[in-house]
């Protein structure tokens, strides 16, 4: 439970030397995934947003 916000007290910060742990990384599937060029023709690239009518929020 990370807390960014600059008004909280010294006490419910984070210690400045506790660090999550080396072997946990946050997005190991990213480096496993294909640049756009080298996927095949027609996949998804996963960084693209969804298109969503802007009226029913549904998407197209």
Wanted: charged content about 25%; hydrophobic content about 25%; aromatic content about 0%.
């Amino acid at each position: 439970m990370a807390i960014k916000n600059t008004n909280a007290e010294p006490e419910q910060k984070n210690p400045k030397d506790v660090h999550p742990p080396a072997e946990r990384q946050s997005h190991v599937d990213k480096d496993s995934i294909a640049p756009p060029l080298v996927q095949p023709p027609g996949a998804k690239d996963s960084s693209e947003k969804p298109k969503v009518n802007p009226l029913t929020g549904g998407a197209m």
